[in-house]
């Protein structure tokens, strides 16, 4: 039946564009701050848009700051698809860029490869077992995720202010006045910049600060979009995630996938944290505040993985368009005296957009008797709207 | 105030369904349907799965829009485009699956969405007051106190049909609402729809079972594909024209039981108990062997411990005490992947919770067990999804399971289609010992007739079976012999051949007896 047919694509073209269309709708709110604030609109997304994509530079920026977010929103794709909430993206990557940062350290005068695999391993590792702690927790003792996440991340920034006062010091900056920060990462531990050549001779990113920690999150995307859906673990974290009775019945054990997305949650969260080290700052430092070192990359995770519909693959343009916004923002704030920090509230409002379509599609579905989404969007979307306020 | 006036509802003389039409996407659901009842009268809704029954009601309750006709209530047109609209025109429906909050009490979900009459403080107590008076004056016993997880099913339909009548329903629609009962329960429903139709309500019965639609209602209304086949007074009704109006060719309902040889001792319970998800001694020291070649049916009233019974067995409730061998080997405290790999293959009583994963595909669902053992994986740690994918089209080719293809999501087959799916999976898992639990619970006739013809071909090659079932019917027509539990306990076992449904109606109805 042609009609049918065509009603079908249109419906599913239309879920399709939904996560388009809640980014353009809270565009739309924001306007109204914007012009609260006196701003002309048309000028400041201009800006806005400009700043993020605008020249190599700019473009550059915008991956160099979807890195972190991306890493962190794989691993929420894992933890959200078992229906686990992960909320700790924050502590779980200063618990990777601690330990893989103290790994670069110690391993000074290796050769370069072999300090940046085991960095790598060492912060994935610490980020995991962070995670899986909160994972353990809710197996063992059903304490609440949300909760323990968040409790962990305060536990983190306060480790990592303690170790960067103090054990970990860079030797240089003794003193009363010292800033937060470890000793810089030898040169050959340092990820090279991503220069791709093109073939007309040229070079795009040429002197940029792009490095090659964006290829090894899109790979790691793509082992994780493998995991998820080729693999028999993928397929019992999924299965929990959507029917803990049905698993229990198929003889899965369902606390074995809750601590495990955990796990696989956190170290991809860690590897955000160690990767964020090696490839951009060559040391860990912080100004003492909860987003001095990850820059709000354990949230703004969630929200990109949200947005990429839970697929890691989706997470990717998701975490480039997030980068993009928070680039952007400091161009707007440069022209227009507009303050950066709109962005934080323009990523609330799409979260609650987000989630809100979600809730449509899922709408929409039942009426088609089709597939729904998840149902950990809901839940979520308090737990990130009140965590970026703090 | 008085009982009576706690009681009170609209009034509904006579409602119609003129020309429904019903489009989705690929389907005509209902196509052009008329459709009537009358106050004081239960109109039967007959057909198989499939045939529009549900989709029609759902119209009337506001849950679809029709994409034509019209609704006329007492003559007036009525646009009814959500269930409140519904419950506020008098029309209440219970479904076959329960819309109740597991961990609400009864009073709590009966008040969900209603005003309190205290404004913004509960009125919890008025509600079980108005319960009270209202499961009096119909006999539909439930504590308003209790969380809807302890409830056994027939419980929870009961607090349905209070809810709907709470809401003031002059109609009531029942869809497929003896589906989940016992005899003794489908006998209080009917009772208690009697009663309702003398209090000048009218009901709307939907069912594919054709000695209870003869036996209840008034008239009858065949929908066969979407279409209405006739609507006939109950009184010029038969079984066999009936029947032949649902399927369109006539039907035959009798099984051959051939004769097997008896095979060794496949499973068996020694003094087994385990408790209940309420807390209690759910079963109390039930031993039974079940051999092989041979099916071993278990009746009972709901909630007197078959689902215990068959938890323990598969594994997936610990047991306090006593022992279960398959083949002589000790499974006492086995995880349920031990269980399947030893040849033990489950059909669950509610397959939508348990049997299957709704958002999953049919493909992944036929692997629910399987998924990480061979042949399904290859390079050791990948899914093959091609294997999978064959492996799940021979299944639907050979138990004719009705499905787009097999990367539709599972939940939206016919509930006939999604049993045949389970039932294709655990047969196909070569199983020693099968325990089938509610297998034709809320299933058309046509799937019921293939699925008890499953279950007898896996009799003849030697399978232990443990069928447990709260339709006697199905007991009778497939056992070798009857096992009947009674609160916890196996009160019984008696060969098929010596058992008659007098005697195993009274060995269920020990209840009875003994309840104040």
Redesign the interface.
């Known amino acids: 039946m042609p009609s049918s047919n065509l009603r079908a694509f249109i419906d599913r073209l239309i879920d399709g564009l939904l996560p388009l269309l809640s980014l353009v709708a809270a565009l739309a709110v924001a306007s109204v701050l914007l012009i609260a604030l006196n701003a002309d609109v048309g000028q400041a997304y201009s800006a806005l848009i400009e700043g993020a994509f605008g020249t190599q530079n700019a473009f550059a920026e915008t991956l160099v700051k979807s890195i972190p977010v991306l890493f962190v929103a794989i691993g929420i794709c894992v933890a959200f698809r078992a229906n686990v909430i992960n909320i700790g993206g924050e502590g779980q990557m200063i618990a990777g860029a601690l330990a893989g940062t103290t790994a670069t350290l110690a391993l000074a005068g290796s050769p370069g490869w072999l300090i940046i695999i085991a960095s790598l391993v060492a912060g994935f590792l610490a980020g995991a077992l962070y995670g899986g702690l909160a994972g353990f927790l809710k197996a063992q003792f059903n304490v609440n995720e949300i909760l323990s996440t968040i409790m962990l991340n305060q536990v983190a920034v306060q480790m990592m202010n303690f170790l960067l006062n103090g054990p970990l010091l860079d030797p240089s900056e003794q003193g009363l006045n010292h800033i937060p920060k470890t000793a810089r990462i030898v040169a050959e531990a340092q990820l090279p910049r991503l220069v791709i050549g093109l073939p007309d001779g040229t070079a795009l990113f040429d002197r940029t600060r792009l490095h090659y920690g964006l290829v090894i999150a899109i790979l790691l995307a793509a082992a994780i979009y493998v995991l998820l859906w080729r693999t028999p673990i993928g397929y019992r974290i999924r299965a929990v995630g959507y029917n803990e009775r049905a698993s229990r019945y198929a003889g899965i054990s369902v606390r074995r996938q809750m601590i495990l997305s955990m796990f696989l949650a956190g170290g991809c969260a860690g590897l955000a944290g160690v990767v964020q080290v090696l490839g951009l700052q060559y040391r860990l430092q912080t100004d003492g505040s909860p987003g001095g070192f990850t820059a709000n990359a354990g949230f703004n995770g969630i929200v990109a993985a949200l947005f990429g519909g839970l697929n890691p693959i989706g997470a990717i343009p998701a975490s480039i368009l997030f980068g993009g916004l928070l680039v952007g923002a400091q161009n707007m704030q440069r022209d227009l005296g507009v303050p950066a920090s709109l962005i934080t509230a323009i990523n609330g409002i799409v979260v609650v957009f987000v989630v809100s379509s979600q809730i449509l599609i899922k709408w929409r579905g039942r009426r088609r008797l089709q597939q729904s989404t998840s149902r950990t969007e809901v839940a979520v979307e308090n737990a990130v709207v009140a965590e970026q306020q703090v | 105030m008085t009982a009576s006036a706690l009681v009170e509802h609209q009034r509904i003389d006579q409602l119609q369904m003129r020309g429904i039409v019903k ?4 389907v005509l659901a209902v196509d052009h349907v008329d459709f009537d009842v009358r106050a004081g009268e239960i109109h039967a809704l007959l057909g198989e799965n499939g045939a529009g029954k549900s989709t029609l009601m759902k119209i009337l309750y506001g849950l679809y829009h029709a994409d034509e006709g019209s609704v006329l209530i007492d003559g007036v047109e009525s646009s009814i485009r959500t269930p409140h609209a519904a419950i506020q025109r008098g029309i209440g429906m219970v479904h076959q699956h329960f819309m109740l909050v597991p961990s609400l009490t009864v009073a709590e979900n009966v008040a969900l969405g209603l005003k309190s009459s205290r404004g913004w403080r509960l009125d919890l107590d008025v509600v079980a007051k108005k319960l009270g008076a209202l499961s009096e004056r119909y006999n539909l016993k439930v504590d308003p106190n209790i969380p809807i997880w302890q409830l056994a099913v027939g419980e929870q339909q009961r607090v349905e049909i209070l809810r709907a009548l709470y809401k003031g329903a002059a109609l009531l629609i029942l869809d497929e609402p003896t589906a989940v009962l016992t005899p003794q329960e489908v006998d209080d429903l009917f009772r208690v729809l009697g009663q309702m139709t003398e209090d000048g309500r009218a009901i709307i019965f939907i069912s594919h079972k054709l000695h209870e639609v003869l036996k209840i209602s008034h008239r009858i209304t065949v929908l066969r594909d979407g279409r209405r086949v006739d609507t006939i007074p109950t009184s010029t009704a038969t079984k066999s024209l009936l029947a032949e109006m649902m399927v369109g060719r006539p039907v035959v309902l009798e099984y051959q039981h051939q004769a097997t040889k008896r095979g060794g001792e496949r499973l068996q319970l020694n003094s087994v108990s385990a408790l209940s998800n309420r807390g209690e001694l759910g079963l109390k020291e039930v031993s039974l062997a079940v051999y092989g070649g041979e099916i071993v049916g278990v009746a009972g009233v709901s909630g007197n411990g078959q689902t215990e019974l068959a938890q323990v067995i ?1 594994g ?1 409730r610990p047991v306090k005490s006593g022992q279960i061998m398959v083949d002589g080997k000790d499974v006492t405290a086995k ?6 790999l030893l040849g033990v293959s ?1 059909i ?1 009583e509610e397959r939508m ?8 595909t049919v493909a ?1 669902n036929f692997v ?2 399987d ?2 053992r061979k042949p399904f ?1 290859s390079a050791g ?3 093959n ?1 091609r294997a999978i994918d064959s492996a799940c089209r021979e299944a639907i080719r050979q138990y004719e399971i009705k499905t787009p293809g097999t990367e539709t ?1 599972i ?2 087959l016919s509930g006939g289609n999604i049993q045949k799916l389970v039932l294709a999976r655990e047969l196909s898992r070569k199983p020693q010992v099968l325990i089938a639990a509610q297998p034709t619970r809320g299933v058309d006739i046509g799937a019921s007739e293939y699925i008890h013809h499953r279950l007898l071909d896996e009799r003849q090659k030697g399978t232990a079976i443990l069928l447990i079932s709260e339709d006697l019917d199905e007991i009778m027509a497939l056992s070798d012999r009857i096992a009947v539990m009674y609160e916890g306990r196996i009160v019984g076992v008696v060969p098929r051949e010596q058992a008659t449904l007098r005697q195993i109606g009274a060995m269920m109805a020990g209840a009875e007896l003994e309840s104040p």
């Open positions: 489009q989705f996407p690929g598969a997936l995880s349920p992947s031990e269980l399947q489950y669950p919770e348990d049997g299957v994963i709704k958002e999953f992944e629910l067990q998924h990480g994986i740690f990948l899914l999804l999501p939940k939206s």
